[in-house]
């Protein structure tokens, strides 16, 4: 059955579902980030960055998943992850900055 619309909530738990099933798949797709051209660079809502010894902007799918949802007033995402020591410990909602 399709969803007529999901959350950000509905994203972070699927993702954190995936996580705990195969966390190696995961990584691998929250680790890559895909070069872009300038279109997909200043969408108003999708996420990219450019690295400082990058020459093109990269995007990724939590990026991609941040444009279907837009970003904050403070311009952030909906969705982020945890992290520790390079290992990702979960998906949530972003919250503000302190």
Request: contains cysteine; glycine residues 8%.
């Amino acid at each position: 059955m399709l969803k007529e619309s999901i959350t950000p909530q509905d994203a972070c738990d699927l993702l954190n579902e995936m996580l705990a099933l195969d966390y190696e798949c995961v990584y691998g797709l929250i680790a890559h980030r895909q070069r872009c051209n300038e279109a997909v660079a200043y969408h108003p809502t999708i996420q990219v960055q450019q690295y400082a010894l990058d020459e093109y902007p990269k995007v990724g799918i939590v990026g991609i998943l941040n444009g279907m949802f837009g970003i904050r007033e403070d311009g952030m995402g909906a969705i982020c992850y945890e992290e520790d020591q390079g290992k990702i410990l979960r998906f949530k909602i972003t919250t503000a900055r302190k």
